[in-house]
């Protein structure tokens, strides 16, 4: 897997804003997992660059990590 920076590559995309290639690393099983470094989850990249639509890909998705509705997320 390639890595730019400590970024993986949804992380990396997320951060640029390319919402075509998050959704296909997303569509091919890339993991939503917190950056080691920094603890953020895709979605907060997406924040922190008001990236807005991406956010709205990423409350879209049913995913343990990030609920955007009202609860917070049940790490195992």
């Known amino acids: 897997m390639y890595w730019c920076r400590d970024y993986p590559p949804l992380h990396l995309a997320t951060r640029h804003g390319h919402a ?3 959704s296909l690393l997303l569509r091919w099983g890339a993991e939503q997992t917190p950056l080691i470094q ?3 989850f895709p979605i907060h990249i997406a924040a922190r660059e008001g990236h807005a639509h991406l ?9 343990k990590w990030v609920n955007c509705k009202t609860e917070k997320p049940k790490l195992q």
């Open 38 to 40: 920094t603890g953020e």
């Open 20 to 22: 075509a290639i998050v």
């Open 55 to 63: 956010i709205e890909l990423f409350c879209s998705l049913d995913n």
